[in-house]
């Protein structure tokens, strides 16, 4: 039980030496009846956030107005956030055949999307030791 309390504590201190924070996402869906999933992806650097290698995905249900997803030990620094409203739970971001997305999306920062995707600098977000409210609104 003393080993179990010991390691415990050093965890815990060893993530605040290292830097540690949490980063939680409130999104406001659009189409908050529709069902399915929210697919919330953490980009830790603009490589990943154009081609979503070295990301890290949250599924959470889409039920409600306002919901919330949270990765936990993120390193302080910057990053940026994208989501999509996955109403038919098919893993994948419908478009047209123009490729405009047919579910809702988002991005930290509430991004603004010209023309395709905002870039990793408009989206990007600084994450600071502690936990990291963002707020996303979906389009």
């Not at 992806?41 to 997803?69: E, M, Q």
């Not at 390193?75 to 478009?95: P, Q, R």
């Not at 997305?101 to 989206?123: Q, R």
């Amino acid at each position: 039980m003393f080993r179990f309390t010991l390691l415990s504590i050093l965890l815990g201190i060893s993530s605040v030496l290292s830097g540690q924070a949490s980063l939680k996402v409130s999104i406001i869906l659009n189409k908050p009846d529709a069902g399915g999933v929210l697919r919330v992806a953490l980009s830790p650097d603009a490589h990943a956030y154009k081609s979503d290698v070295g990301c890290t995905l949250i599924s959470v249900p889409a039920t409600g107005r306002l919901v919330t997803a949270t990765f936990e030990n993120v390193k302080i620094g910057t990053c940026a956030v994208k989501v999509f409203h996955d109403i038919n739970s098919d893993n994948e971001l419908n478009t047209s055949w123009i490729g405009w997305p047919k579910e809702p999306y988002g991005f930290s920062n509430d991004a603004p999307v010209n023309m395709g995707p905002p870039s990793y600098k408009l989206a990007m977000i600084n994450v600071k030791e502690g936990e990291n409210p963002v707020r996303i609104s979906l389009r």
